[in-house]
Nanobody
Framework: EVQLVESGGGLVEPGGSLRLSCATS????????MNWVRQAPGKELEWISG???????LYKNSVEGRFTISRDNAKNTLYLQLNSLKEEDTGMYYC???????????????RGQGTQVTVSS
């Protein structure tokens, strides 16, 4: 059974930083691309970043240069470093397992329970 458990969210002031983690189990993590998606209050789920099984990365324009996705295959863990946070980054952040080794986003792919990020002064 695929399990994805996010952590690391919290309340941070604008300009601050957070590091999100996603501990995974139940599948060969190193073989699959992974994504981070988020849902802002009152808005739909949106893809924000992905990393392939070989380490190639992609970012949504609004977060590129501020967020960094990474993975540790030895620990079966996905990360998202969030820097220069803005109030519009507020939302529930989910890690999501892709269906392939390349970066693909399908809203129906497995994701965890999420971790809340709130950016507010």
């Amino acid at each position: 059974e695929v399990q994805l458990v996010e952590s690391g969210g919290g309340l941070v002031e604008p300009g601050g930083s957070l590091r999100l983690s996603c501990a995974t189990s139940g599948f060969p993590f190193r073989l699959y691309a992974m994504n981070w998606v988020r849902q802002a209050p009152g808005k739909e789920l949106e893809w924000i970043s992905g990393i392939s099984n070989s380490g190639s990365t992609l970012y949504k324009n609004s977060v590129e240069g501020r967020f960094t996705i990474s993975r540790d295959n030895a620990k079966n863990t996905l990360y998202l470093q969030l820097n220069s946070l803005k109030e519009e980054d507020t939302g529930m952040y989910y890690c999501q397992k892709s269906s392939a080794g390349v970066i693909l986003y399908n809203i129906g792919d497995p994701r965890g329970q999420g971790t809340q990020v709130t950016v507010s002064s």
